[in-house]
């Protein structure tokens, strides 16, 4: 082998291995958090541990009834109130 191509060789297989080399960021090895499905009112509100999309649909329509308050119903006048007017 001549020193021409056992020189182009080595320049070819140094920069194989420097592809494998380059610095990369260490988050790229780091696991996603898996939150756990929410089970209660309580686990639905907590978003650090449990995940909202996980809960299903009979969890958070359940979840949304017990949180909002029910609705009042109209006041009706009657006669014992008066409108204000003297009889």
């Known amino acids: 082998m001549s020193m021409?191509?056992?020189t182009l060789t080595a320049l070819f297989a140094v920069s194989l291995f420097a592809k494998g080399v380059q610095a990369h960021d260490p988050a790229l090895h780091e696991l996603p958090v898996v939150k756990a499905?929410?089970?209660t009112c309580e686990q639905l509100a907590d978003t650090e541990r449990y995940s909202a999309e996980l809960a299903d649909k009979a969890l958070n329509s359940k979840c949304e009834a017990?949180?909002?308050p029910a609705p009042?119903?109209?006041k009706t006048k009657t006669d014992d109130e008066g409108d204000?007017?003297?009889s």
């Open 4 to 6: 021409h191509s056992l």
């Open 37 to 39: 499905k929410p089970t």
């Open 66 to 68: 017990e949180g909002k």
């Open 72 to 74: 009042k119903a109209e």
């Open 84 to 86: 204000g007017e003297a």
